[in-house]
Protein backbone atom coordinates (compact mmCIF):
# COMPACT_ATOMS: atom_id res chain seq x y z
CA UNK A 1 0.00 0.00 0.00
CA UNK A 2 2.93 2.82 0.78
CA UNK A 3 4.89 1.48 -2.02
CA UNK A 4 2.08 2.40 -4.55
CA UNK A 5 1.52 5.58 -3.21
CA UNK A 6 5.38 6.03 -2.76
CA UNK A 7 4.96 6.21 -6.95
CA UNK A 8 1.70 7.67 -7.42
CA UNK A 9 2.83 10.60 -5.91
CA UNK A 10 5.60 11.78 -8.22
CA UNK A 11 3.18 11.12 -11.21
CA UNK A 12 0.65 13.50 -10.16
CA UNK A 13 3.20 16.10 -9.55
CA UNK A 14 4.70 15.39 -13.23
CA UNK A 15 0.59 15.52 -14.77
CA UNK A 16 0.72 19.38 -13.05
CA UNK A 17 3.77 20.69 -14.54
CA UNK A 18 2.67 21.04 -18.42
CA UNK A 19 0.15 23.79 -16.42
CA UNK A 20 2.64 25.61 -15.08
CA UNK A 21 4.30 25.81 -19.03
CA UNK A 22 2.81 29.27 -19.63
CA UNK A 23 4.15 30.57 -16.71
CA UNK A 24 7.43 30.39 -18.71
CA UNK A 25 9.17 33.70 -19.43
CA UNK A 26 9.88 33.05 -22.99
CA UNK A 27 6.45 31.72 -24.05
CA UNK A 28 4.86 35.07 -23.02
CA UNK A 29 6.91 36.41 -26.00
CA UNK A 30 5.50 33.97 -28.93
CA UNK A 31 3.32 35.70 -31.10
CA UNK A 32 1.26 35.17 -33.86
CA UNK A 33 0.34 37.46 -37.15
CA UNK A 34 -1.10 36.39 -40.60
CA UNK A 35 -1.33 37.62 -44.04
CA UNK A 36 -3.85 37.94 -46.58
CA UNK A 37 -2.52 34.96 -48.38
CA UNK A 38 -4.22 32.95 -45.34
CA UNK A 39 -0.51 32.05 -43.55
CA UNK A 40 0.20 32.26 -40.29
CA UNK A 41 4.24 33.00 -39.01
CA UNK A 42 4.58 32.26 -34.62
CA UNK A 43 8.25 34.51 -34.24
CA UNK A 44 9.80 33.71 -31.14
CA UNK A 45 11.92 37.11 -30.91
CA UNK A 46 14.74 34.94 -28.44
CA UNK A 47 15.81 33.10 -31.58
CA UNK A 48 14.52 34.81 -34.46
CA UNK A 49 13.13 32.53 -35.49
CA UNK A 50 9.55 32.21 -37.23
CA UNK A 51 7.31 28.92 -37.92
CA UNK A 52 5.04 29.25 -40.63
CA UNK A 53 1.93 27.23 -41.88
CA UNK A 54 -1.70 27.75 -43.31
CA UNK A 55 -4.61 28.94 -41.81
CA UNK A 56 -7.93 26.70 -40.39
CA UNK A 57 -9.66 29.07 -43.31
CA UNK A 58 -6.68 27.92 -46.10
CA UNK A 59 -6.99 24.43 -45.39
CA UNK A 60 -10.97 24.30 -45.36
CA UNK A 61 -10.93 25.80 -49.09
CA UNK A 62 -8.21 24.00 -50.31
CA UNK A 63 -9.92 20.38 -49.50
CA UNK A 64 -8.20 17.38 -49.30
CA UNK A 65 -4.44 18.36 -49.12
CA UNK A 66 -2.40 15.69 -51.17
CA UNK A 67 1.04 16.64 -51.86
CA UNK A 68 3.35 19.67 -50.10
CA UNK A 69 6.09 20.62 -51.75
CA UNK A 70 8.93 22.97 -49.62
CA UNK A 71 12.12 24.50 -50.44
CA UNK A 72 15.30 22.93 -48.99
CA UNK A 73 17.16 24.36 -45.68
CA UNK A 74 19.19 27.05 -45.93
CA UNK A 75 16.94 28.34 -48.98
CA UNK A 76 17.17 32.32 -48.55
CA UNK A 77 14.16 33.83 -49.11
CA UNK A 78 12.34 36.94 -50.00
CA UNK A 79 9.35 38.05 -48.18
CA UNK A 80 6.06 37.17 -50.78
CA UNK A 81 8.54 35.16 -53.09
CA UNK A 82 6.78 31.88 -54.34
CA UNK A 83 8.83 29.15 -52.00
CA UNK A 84 6.90 25.73 -52.41
CA UNK A 85 2.79 24.80 -53.26
CA UNK A 86 -0.17 22.93 -51.26
CA UNK A 87 -1.69 20.53 -53.51
CA UNK A 88 -4.94 19.08 -52.96
CA UNK A 89 -6.97 16.84 -55.78
CA UNK A 90 -8.68 20.44 -56.83
CA UNK A 91 -5.67 22.54 -56.72
CA UNK A 92 -2.82 23.54 -56.34
CA UNK A 93 -1.89 26.49 -54.34
CA UNK A 94 1.43 28.62 -53.80
CA UNK A 95 3.38 29.21 -49.94
CA UNK A 96 4.51 32.81 -50.36
CA UNK A 97 7.31 33.49 -47.81
CA UNK A 98 5.64 35.97 -45.25
CA UNK A 99 9.09 37.29 -44.36
CA UNK A 100 12.37 37.60 -45.71
CA UNK A 101 15.12 35.08 -44.61
CA UNK A 102 16.69 31.80 -44.26
CA UNK A 103 14.96 28.30 -43.89
CA UNK A 104 16.24 26.55 -41.24
CA UNK A 105 13.91 23.73 -41.17
CA UNK A 106 11.11 22.43 -42.48
CA UNK A 107 8.38 19.79 -41.61
CA UNK A 108 9.59 16.60 -43.20
CA UNK A 109 6.23 14.86 -41.23
CA UNK A 110 4.36 16.55 -44.43
CA UNK A 111 6.10 14.22 -46.99
CA UNK A 112 4.46 11.26 -45.94
CA UNK A 113 1.50 13.05 -43.90
CA UNK A 114 0.13 15.70 -45.97
CA UNK A 115 -2.89 15.48 -44.85
CA UNK A 116 -1.52 16.75 -41.14
CA UNK A 117 -2.22 20.24 -42.93
CA UNK A 118 -5.99 19.55 -42.91
CA UNK A 119 -5.93 18.23 -39.12
CA UNK A 120 -3.73 20.09 -37.37
CA UNK A 121 -3.00 23.45 -39.80
CA UNK A 122 -1.68 26.17 -36.93
CA UNK A 123 0.29 22.47 -35.04
CA UNK A 124 1.37 19.67 -36.74
CA UNK A 125 0.87 20.65 -39.77
CA UNK A 126 3.48 23.67 -39.84
CA UNK A 127 5.38 23.97 -43.15
CA UNK A 128 8.55 25.81 -42.27
CA UNK A 129 11.09 27.89 -40.07
CA UNK A 130 12.52 31.14 -41.20
CA UNK A 131 15.02 32.83 -39.37
CA UNK A 132 14.04 36.57 -40.32
CA UNK A 133 16.79 38.76 -41.59
CA UNK A 134 14.53 41.74 -40.60
CA UNK A 135 12.34 41.52 -37.79
CA UNK A 136 10.28 44.84 -38.59
CA UNK A 137 8.92 42.84 -41.05
CA UNK A 138 7.15 40.01 -38.37
CA UNK A 139 5.59 43.49 -37.01
CA UNK A 140 3.54 44.47 -40.25
CA UNK A 141 1.63 41.86 -40.55
CA UNK A 142 -1.50 41.49 -39.71
CA UNK A 143 -3.03 40.64 -36.28
CA UNK A 144 -5.52 37.81 -34.93
CA UNK A 145 -7.93 40.94 -34.98
CA UNK A 146 -7.51 42.42 -38.87
CA UNK A 147 -6.83 38.47 -39.82
CA UNK A 148 -10.19 37.80 -38.80
CA UNK A 149 -11.96 40.82 -40.51
CA UNK A 150 -9.91 39.59 -43.61
CA UNK A 151 -11.60 36.25 -43.39
CA UNK A 152 -15.31 37.58 -42.88
CA UNK A 153 -15.49 39.86 -45.51
CA UNK A 154 -14.67 37.13 -48.28
CA UNK B 1 -1.08 30.69 -50.29
CA UNK B 2 -4.16 31.18 -52.63
CA UNK B 3 -3.12 31.82 -55.99
CA UNK B 4 -4.58 28.59 -56.80
CA UNK B 5 -3.50 27.54 -60.29
CA UNK B 6 -5.75 23.99 -61.58
CA UNK B 7 -8.12 22.94 -64.42
CA UNK B 8 -11.07 23.78 -62.52
CA UNK B 9 -11.14 25.31 -59.77
CA UNK B 10 -9.34 29.27 -59.10
CA UNK B 11 -9.31 30.81 -55.93
CA UNK B 12 -9.79 34.35 -56.09
CA UNK B 13 -8.95 36.04 -52.07
CA UNK B 14 -11.29 33.79 -50.26
CA UNK B 15 -13.36 32.34 -52.76
CA UNK B 16 -12.87 29.11 -54.74
CA UNK B 17 -14.50 30.41 -58.50
CA UNK B 18 -14.71 27.48 -61.15
CA UNK B 19 -13.69 28.88 -64.45
CA UNK B 20 -13.83 26.89 -67.69
CA UNK B 21 -16.37 26.15 -69.30
CA UNK B 22 -17.98 29.81 -68.47
CA UNK B 23 -18.32 32.55 -71.03
CA UNK B 24 -15.97 35.68 -70.63
CA UNK B 25 -17.41 38.07 -68.35
CA UNK B 26 -17.46 37.50 -64.70
CA UNK B 27 -21.06 36.75 -63.25
CA UNK B 28 -22.58 38.24 -60.33
CA UNK B 29 -24.07 35.56 -57.91
CA UNK B 30 -27.63 36.96 -58.92
CA UNK B 31 -27.22 36.68 -62.48
CA UNK B 32 -26.56 33.25 -62.18
CA UNK B 33 -28.84 30.47 -63.32
CA UNK B 34 -30.38 27.53 -60.80
CA UNK B 35 -30.94 24.26 -61.45
CA UNK B 36 -34.46 22.76 -60.41
CA UNK B 37 -32.71 20.87 -57.96
CA UNK B 38 -31.12 24.37 -56.03
CA UNK B 39 -32.69 24.61 -53.38
CA UNK B 40 -32.44 20.62 -52.62
CA UNK B 41 -28.17 21.21 -53.19
CA UNK B 42 -28.34 24.00 -50.89
CA UNK B 43 -30.41 21.99 -48.16
CA UNK B 44 -28.07 18.73 -48.67
CA UNK B 45 -24.97 21.54 -47.89
CA UNK B 46 -23.85 22.32 -51.43
CA UNK B 47 -21.17 24.75 -51.30
CA UNK B 48 -21.95 26.87 -54.39
CA UNK B 49 -19.58 27.97 -57.32
CA UNK B 50 -20.60 29.47 -60.28
CA UNK B 51 -19.98 27.38 -63.37
CA UNK B 52 -20.71 27.73 -66.90
CA UNK B 53 -23.10 30.80 -65.92
CA UNK B 54 -25.30 28.04 -63.41
CA UNK B 55 -25.26 28.79 -59.25
CA UNK B 56 -23.74 25.07 -59.33
CA UNK B 57 -22.70 22.36 -56.37
CA UNK B 58 -18.81 21.94 -55.77
CA UNK B 59 -18.97 19.86 -52.63
CA UNK B 60 -21.50 19.32 -49.78
CA UNK B 61 -21.30 19.19 -46.42
CA UNK B 62 -17.87 18.60 -45.03
CA UNK B 63 -17.38 15.47 -47.26
CA UNK B 64 -13.86 16.14 -48.76
CA UNK B 65 -13.12 15.53 -52.47
CA UNK B 66 -11.23 12.74 -51.98
CA UNK B 67 -14.21 10.65 -50.06
CA UNK B 68 -16.38 11.65 -52.54
CA UNK B 69 -14.42 10.57 -54.95
CA UNK B 70 -14.33 7.23 -53.70
CA UNK B 71 -17.56 6.95 -52.58
CA UNK B 72 -18.58 6.75 -56.55
CA UNK B 73 -16.01 4.26 -57.07
CA UNK B 74 -16.99 1.79 -54.58
CA UNK B 75 -21.11 2.91 -53.96
CA UNK B 76 -22.88 5.42 -55.97
CA UNK B 77 -22.65 8.96 -56.23
CA UNK B 78 -25.63 11.02 -57.55
CA UNK B 79 -24.57 14.42 -59.84
CA UNK B 80 -26.83 17.85 -60.63
CA UNK B 81 -26.03 18.07 -64.10
CA UNK B 82 -29.39 19.75 -65.07
CA UNK B 83 -27.12 22.69 -66.40
CA UNK B 84 -26.31 20.19 -69.34
CA UNK B 85 -28.66 21.41 -72.47
CA UNK B 86 -31.21 18.82 -73.59
CA UNK B 87 -32.40 18.78 -76.82
CA UNK B 88 -35.16 17.37 -79.01
CA UNK B 89 -34.76 16.57 -83.12
CA UNK B 90 -37.97 15.53 -84.55
CA UNK B 91 -38.98 15.44 -88.36
CA UNK B 92 -38.09 13.73 -91.29
CA UNK B 93 -34.80 15.93 -91.73
CA UNK B 94 -33.51 15.27 -88.28
CA UNK B 95 -31.45 12.80 -88.85
CA UNK B 96 -29.60 14.63 -91.91
CA UNK B 97 -29.51 17.83 -90.52
CA UNK B 98 -27.83 16.28 -87.57
CA UNK B 99 -25.57 14.21 -90.06
CA UNK B 100 -24.47 17.55 -91.53
CA UNK B 101 -22.98 18.82 -88.12
CA UNK B 102 -20.93 15.86 -86.88
CA UNK B 103 -18.95 13.56 -88.31
CA UNK B 104 -20.34 10.17 -86.81
CA UNK B 105 -22.61 7.57 -88.56
CA UNK B 106 -25.74 8.26 -86.27
CA UNK B 107 -27.49 6.99 -89.44
CA UNK B 108 -26.33 3.58 -88.03
CA UNK B 109 -27.14 4.08 -84.40
CA UNK B 110 -30.01 1.53 -83.46
CA UNK B 111 -33.41 2.84 -81.85
CA UNK B 112 -32.57 4.14 -78.34
CA UNK B 113 -29.27 3.83 -79.33
CA UNK B 114 -26.63 6.75 -78.45
CA UNK B 115 -22.85 7.81 -79.29
CA UNK B 116 -20.54 10.13 -78.33
CA UNK B 117 -20.08 13.26 -81.22
CA UNK B 118 -18.61 16.47 -81.57
CA UNK B 119 -20.41 19.50 -83.35
CA UNK B 120 -17.20 20.25 -85.74
CA UNK B 121 -16.49 24.02 -87.32
CA UNK B 122 -16.01 24.42 -90.99
CA UNK B 123 -11.98 23.71 -90.09
CA UNK B 124 -13.02 20.31 -88.46
CA UNK B 125 -12.38 22.03 -84.99
CA UNK B 126 -14.88 20.89 -81.83
CA UNK B 127 -17.53 23.57 -81.31
CA UNK B 128 -18.48 21.39 -78.96
CA UNK B 129 -18.54 17.11 -77.60
CA UNK B 130 -21.83 16.35 -77.41
CA UNK B 131 -24.08 13.16 -76.69
CA UNK B 132 -26.57 11.88 -79.34
CA UNK B 133 -29.14 9.30 -78.49
CA UNK B 134 -31.74 8.16 -81.41
CA UNK B 135 -35.41 8.10 -80.36
CA UNK B 136 -36.94 6.96 -83.65
CA UNK B 137 -35.94 3.67 -85.84
CA UNK B 138 -36.75 5.76 -88.72
CA UNK B 139 -34.19 8.63 -87.50
CA UNK B 140 -37.32 11.03 -86.99
CA UNK B 141 -36.95 11.85 -83.39
CA UNK B 142 -33.62 12.46 -81.08
CA UNK B 143 -32.27 13.42 -77.83
CA UNK B 144 -29.07 15.43 -77.82
CA UNK B 145 -26.93 16.44 -74.65
CA UNK B 146 -24.62 19.53 -74.54
CA UNK B 147 -22.23 21.08 -72.37
CA UNK B 148 -23.39 24.53 -70.22
CA UNK B 149 -20.48 26.46 -70.47
CA UNK B 150 -20.95 25.84 -74.78
CA UNK B 151 -24.73 27.08 -74.76
CA UNK B 152 -24.24 30.07 -76.48
CA UNK B 153 -21.82 28.39 -79.24
CA UNK B 154 -23.95 25.35 -79.92
CA UNK B 155 -27.75 27.40 -79.75
CA UNK B 156 -25.86 30.16 -82.39
CA UNK B 157 -24.21 27.65 -84.30
CA UNK B 158 -27.55 25.32 -84.24
CA UNK B 159 -30.00 27.96 -85.33
CA UNK B 160 -27.45 29.31 -88.07
CA UNK B 161 -27.03 25.42 -89.81
CA UNK B 162 -31.01 24.85 -89.20
CA UNK B 163 -31.85 28.24 -90.92
CA UNK B 164 -29.75 26.88 -94.00
CA UNK B 165 -31.12 23.62 -93.83
CA UNK B 166 -34.60 24.54 -94.14
CA UNK B 167 -33.87 26.97 -96.83
CA UNK B 168 -32.10 24.31 -98.79
CA UNK B 169 -33.98 21.15 -97.89
CA UNK B 170 -37.84 22.75 -97.50
CA UNK B 171 -38.79 18.84 -97.63
CA UNK B 172 -36.85 17.65 -94.58
CA UNK B 173 -38.22 19.85 -92.15
CA UNK B 174 -36.94 19.97 -88.56
CA UNK B 175 -38.39 20.39 -85.71
CA UNK B 176 -35.59 21.79 -82.45
CA UNK B 177 -36.67 22.06 -79.05
CA UNK B 178 -34.55 22.68 -76.16
CA UNK B 179 -36.09 21.50 -72.70
CA UNK B 180 -36.19 23.91 -70.29
CA UNK B 181 -36.02 23.37 -66.78
CA UNK B 182 -36.42 19.96 -66.91
CA UNK B 183 -33.81 18.12 -64.19
CA UNK B 184 -30.69 15.85 -65.51
CA UNK B 185 -29.32 13.77 -62.76
CA UNK B 186 -26.41 11.85 -62.96
CA UNK B 187 -26.25 8.47 -60.77
CA UNK B 188 -22.78 6.61 -61.13
CA UNK B 189 -20.84 3.65 -59.58
CA UNK B 190 -21.00 0.00 -59.34
CA UNK B 191 -24.50 -0.05 -56.48
CA UNK B 192 -26.28 2.56 -59.34
CA UNK B 193 -28.42 -0.06 -61.08
CA UNK B 194 -29.62 -1.36 -57.86
CA UNK B 195 -30.26 1.42 -56.53
CA UNK B 196 -32.27 2.62 -59.74
CA UNK B 197 -33.78 -0.71 -60.07
CA UNK B 198 -35.41 -0.54 -56.89
CA UNK B 199 -37.36 2.72 -58.34
CA UNK B 200 -38.44 1.11 -61.79
CA UNK B 201 -40.28 -2.20 -63.39
CA UNK B 202 -38.11 -1.72 -66.29
CA UNK B 203 -35.73 -4.36 -66.26
CA UNK B 204 -32.58 -2.66 -66.33
CA UNK B 205 -30.59 -5.40 -66.96
CA UNK B 206 -31.38 -5.30 -70.50
CA UNK B 207 -30.17 -2.04 -71.12
CA UNK B 208 -26.89 -1.77 -71.80
CA UNK B 209 -24.35 0.84 -71.74
CA UNK B 210 -25.00 3.31 -74.88
CA UNK B 211 -28.66 2.68 -74.17
CA UNK B 212 -31.83 4.23 -73.13
CA UNK B 213 -34.76 3.64 -72.57
CA UNK B 214 -38.18 5.36 -71.01
CA UNK B 215 -39.51 4.62 -67.89
CA UNK B 216 -41.54 5.03 -65.43
CA UNK B 217 -39.31 6.29 -62.03
CA UNK B 218 -41.15 6.77 -58.28
CA UNK B 219 -44.16 6.53 -56.33
CA UNK B 220 -45.55 8.82 -58.31
CA UNK B 221 -44.76 6.68 -61.99
CA UNK B 222 -42.90 9.82 -63.61
CA UNK B 223 -41.74 8.91 -66.93
CA UNK B 224 -38.24 9.70 -67.08
CA UNK B 225 -35.65 8.86 -69.73
CA UNK B 226 -32.77 6.71 -68.38
CA UNK B 227 -29.36 6.77 -70.61
CA UNK B 228 -27.03 4.13 -69.56
CA UNK B 229 -23.34 5.74 -69.42
CA UNK B 230 -21.84 8.76 -67.97
CA UNK B 231 -18.75 10.83 -67.17
CA UNK B 232 -16.78 8.82 -64.29
CA UNK B 233 -16.06 5.21 -66.23
CA UNK B 234 -18.49 3.67 -64.02
CA UNK B 235 -21.47 1.87 -64.86
CA UNK B 236 -24.58 4.67 -64.31
CA UNK B 237 -27.48 6.63 -65.75
CA UNK B 238 -28.31 10.13 -66.37
CA UNK B 239 -31.53 10.84 -65.74
CA UNK B 240 -34.01 13.09 -67.51
CA UNK B 241 -37.07 14.03 -65.09
CA UNK B 242 -40.03 16.41 -66.31
CA UNK B 243 -39.69 19.58 -64.47
CA UNK B 244 -42.66 18.93 -62.00
CA UNK B 245 -40.98 16.07 -60.63
CA UNK B 246 -37.26 16.70 -60.87
CA UNK B 247 -36.94 17.35 -56.85
CA UNK B 248 -38.90 14.22 -55.95
CA UNK B 249 -37.36 11.79 -58.39
CA UNK B 250 -34.03 12.91 -57.30
CA UNK B 251 -34.89 12.63 -53.51
CA UNK B 252 -36.17 9.68 -53.77
CA UNK B 253 -33.23 8.36 -55.12
CA UNK B 254 -30.97 10.28 -52.42
CA UNK B 255 -32.35 8.18 -50.10
CA UNK B 256 -31.02 4.94 -50.54
CA UNK B 257 -28.07 5.02 -48.25
CA UNK B 258 -25.52 4.33 -51.11
CA UNK B 259 -26.52 7.17 -52.64
CA UNK B 260 -24.37 10.38 -52.01
CA UNK B 261 -24.75 13.52 -53.36
CA UNK B 262 -21.26 14.18 -55.55
CA UNK B 263 -20.01 17.55 -56.51
CA UNK B 264 -18.48 19.03 -59.10
CA UNK B 265 -14.74 18.55 -57.54
CA UNK B 266 -15.62 15.13 -57.43
CA UNK B 267 -17.32 15.02 -61.57
CA UNK B 268 -13.73 16.63 -62.76
CA UNK B 269 -11.28 14.29 -60.64
CA UNK B 270 -13.69 11.14 -61.86
CA UNK B 271 -13.97 12.03 -65.82
CA UNK B 272 -10.16 12.49 -65.71
CA UNK B 273 -9.30 9.21 -64.50
CA UNK B 274 -11.13 7.93 -66.86
CA UNK B 275 -9.33 9.69 -69.97
CA UNK B 276 -12.36 12.23 -70.88
CA UNK B 277 -12.16 15.60 -71.63
CA UNK B 278 -13.85 18.42 -70.54
CA UNK B 279 -14.59 21.39 -73.05
CA UNK B 280 -12.50 24.49 -72.85
CA UNK B 281 -9.64 23.05 -71.30
CA UNK B 282 -9.01 19.31 -73.47
CA UNK B 283 -10.78 20.31 -76.57
CA UNK B 284 -11.58 23.58 -77.79
CA UNK B 285 -12.50 24.91 -81.60
CA UNK B 286 -8.70 24.66 -82.69
CA UNK B 287 -8.36 21.09 -81.84
CA UNK B 288 -10.10 18.23 -84.25
CA UNK B 289 -11.10 14.95 -83.17
CA UNK B 290 -8.63 13.28 -84.68
CA UNK B 291 -6.08 15.46 -82.45
CA UNK B 292 -7.98 14.56 -79.44
CA UNK B 293 -7.86 10.85 -79.88
CA UNK B 294 -11.30 10.85 -80.77
CA UNK B 295 -11.49 9.20 -84.01
CA UNK B 296 -13.41 6.32 -83.44
CA UNK B 297 -16.10 9.01 -82.80
CA UNK B 298 -15.89 9.83 -86.78
CA UNK B 299 -17.55 6.97 -88.81
CA UNK B 300 -15.53 4.87 -91.15
CA UNK B 301 -18.38 5.18 -94.20
CA UNK B 302 -18.62 9.16 -93.48
CA UNK B 303 -14.60 9.57 -94.33
CA UNK B 304 -15.40 10.98 -97.67
CA UNK B 305 -14.62 14.64 -98.87
CA UNK B 306 -17.19 16.74 -98.21
CA UNK B 307 -19.23 14.25 -95.92
CA UNK B 308 -19.29 17.07 -92.72
CA UNK B 309 -17.64 20.21 -91.83
CA UNK B 310 -14.06 20.73 -92.08
CA UNK B 311 -13.73 17.10 -93.66
CA UNK B 312 -11.14 17.35 -95.63
CA UNK B 313 -8.90 17.91 -92.46
CA UNK B 314 -9.85 15.51 -90.63
CA UNK B 315 -9.20 13.05 -93.86
CA UNK B 316 -5.84 13.88 -94.17
CA UNK B 317 -5.35 13.70 -90.35
CA UNK B 318 -6.50 10.41 -90.09
CA UNK B 319 -4.42 9.45 -93.49
CA UNK B 320 -0.98 10.93 -92.66
CA UNK B 321 -1.08 11.29 -88.71
CA UNK B 322 -1.96 15.04 -87.44
CA UNK B 323 0.77 17.34 -85.54
CA UNK B 324 -0.33 16.91 -82.26
CA UNK B 325 -2.00 14.12 -80.21
CA UNK B 326 -4.26 14.39 -76.92
CA UNK B 327 -2.48 11.33 -74.73
CA UNK B 328 -1.99 10.49 -70.81
CA UNK B 329 0.98 11.19 -68.57
CA UNK B 330 1.61 10.18 -64.85
CA UNK B 331 4.57 12.57 -63.45
CA UNK B 332 6.33 12.16 -60.95
CA UNK B 333 7.47 14.13 -57.75
CA UNK B 334 4.91 17.17 -58.38
CA UNK B 335 1.09 16.72 -60.19
CA UNK B 336 1.13 18.83 -63.60
CA UNK B 337 -1.85 21.35 -63.93
CA UNK B 338 -3.57 23.04 -67.11
CA UNK B 339 -0.83 25.03 -68.91
CA UNK B 340 2.32 23.01 -67.60
CA UNK B 341 4.37 22.67 -70.26
CA UNK B 342 6.07 19.51 -71.86
CA UNK B 343 9.63 19.09 -72.84
CA UNK B 344 10.89 16.10 -74.54
CA UNK B 345 13.55 13.94 -72.29
CA UNK B 346 16.68 15.71 -72.40
CA UNK B 347 14.20 18.92 -70.87
CA UNK B 348 15.37 20.84 -73.89
CA UNK B 349 12.85 20.94 -76.68
CA UNK B 350 9.39 22.38 -76.14
CA UNK B 351 7.11 19.32 -77.60
CA UNK B 352 3.64 20.08 -76.10
CA UNK B 353 1.00 21.13 -73.21
CA UNK B 354 -1.02 19.90 -70.08
CA UNK B 355 -4.58 20.66 -70.17
CA UNK B 356 -5.40 19.05 -67.42
CA UNK B 357 -4.24 17.14 -64.37
CA UNK B 358 -4.45 15.96 -60.76
CA UNK B 359 -3.54 13.80 -58.13
CA UNK B 360 -5.36 10.66 -58.69
CA UNK B 361 -7.40 9.79 -55.75
CA UNK B 362 -7.88 6.27 -56.85
CA UNK B 363 -4.12 5.33 -58.37
CA UNK B 364 -2.35 7.82 -55.83
CA UNK B 365 -0.57 8.99 -58.35
CA UNK B 366 -0.33 12.35 -60.33
CA UNK B 367 -2.13 11.97 -63.99
CA UNK B 368 -2.78 14.59 -66.87
CA UNK B 369 -3.64 14.47 -69.61
CA UNK B 370 -2.57 16.75 -72.86
CA UNK B 371 -1.29 17.72 -76.30
CA UNK B 372 2.11 16.37 -77.34
CA UNK B 373 3.94 16.80 -80.86
CA UNK B 374 3.10 13.68 -83.25
CA UNK B 375 5.67 11.03 -82.91
CA UNK B 376 6.40 11.67 -79.26
CA UNK B 377 2.97 10.44 -78.17
CA UNK B 378 3.46 6.62 -78.04
CA UNK B 379 2.52 4.86 -74.45
CA UNK B 380 5.96 4.31 -72.30
CA UNK B 381 7.62 7.69 -74.29
CA UNK B 382 9.96 9.34 -71.50
CA UNK B 383 9.51 13.43 -71.32
CA UNK B 384 9.71 16.04 -68.82
CA UNK B 385 6.63 18.94 -67.50
CA UNK B 386 7.63 21.72 -65.99
CA UNK B 387 5.84 22.18 -62.99
CA UNK B 388 7.00 25.69 -60.69
CA UNK B 389 10.08 25.96 -63.06
CA UNK B 390 11.25 22.26 -62.13
CA UNK B 391 11.12 19.99 -64.36
CA UNK B 392 9.76 16.65 -63.53
CA UNK B 393 9.82 12.85 -64.88
CA UNK B 394 7.02 11.97 -66.63
CA UNK B 395 5.74 9.24 -69.04
CA UNK B 396 3.54 8.77 -71.26
CA UNK B 397 0.51 6.57 -70.39
CA UNK B 398 -2.97 5.19 -72.39
CA UNK B 399 -6.22 6.32 -70.91
CA UNK B 400 -8.31 5.81 -69.17
CA UNK B 401 -6.41 5.64 -65.76
CA UNK B 402 -9.01 3.86 -64.26
CA UNK B 403 -10.25 1.15 -65.84
CA UNK B 404 -13.78 1.58 -67.04
CA UNK B 405 -16.75 -0.77 -66.04
CA UNK B 406 -18.91 0.01 -68.28
CA UNK B 407 -22.40 -2.47 -68.53
CA UNK B 408 -22.02 -4.27 -71.46
Redesign the interface.
Given at each position: MYALRAIARPATAALRAPRMAPRFAAMRFLSTRY?????WVTFDPATKVGTIG??D??QK????V??V?LPAEGTEVEAGE?I?????????????APVSGTVEAINELLGDQPGLL?KSPTQDGWLAKIKLSDEAQFNVLLNEAEYKT??E?? | ??????A????R????VLRGLSTSAPVLSAQLKKTPLYDLNVKNGAKMVPFAGWDMPL?FGDV????A?KHVREAAGLFDVSHMLQHEFSGAGAQDFLLSLTPSSLDKLPEHGSSLSVLLNKDGGIIDDTIITKHAADGSKWYVVTNAGRSDEDVAHIKEQLAEWTKANPDKPVKWEMLEGWGLVALQGPKSAAVLQALTDVDLSKIKFGQSVFAEVGKDKVRCHIARGGYTGEDGFEISIPPASAVSVTEQIMANTDVMLIGL?AR??LRLEAGMCLYGHDLDETISPIEAGLTWLVGKDRRTEGSFPGSSRIINEIANGPSRRRVGFEIK???A?EGSKIFDAEGKKEIGVITSG??S?TLGV?VAMGYIKNGQHKKGTKVKVEV?KKLRDAEVKPMPFVPAKYYK
Open positions: TEEHEITYAALGDVFESGAVESVKAASDIYNLCGQ | MFAVRSTAVAPGRLSGQTTHGDSGAPRIPPNR
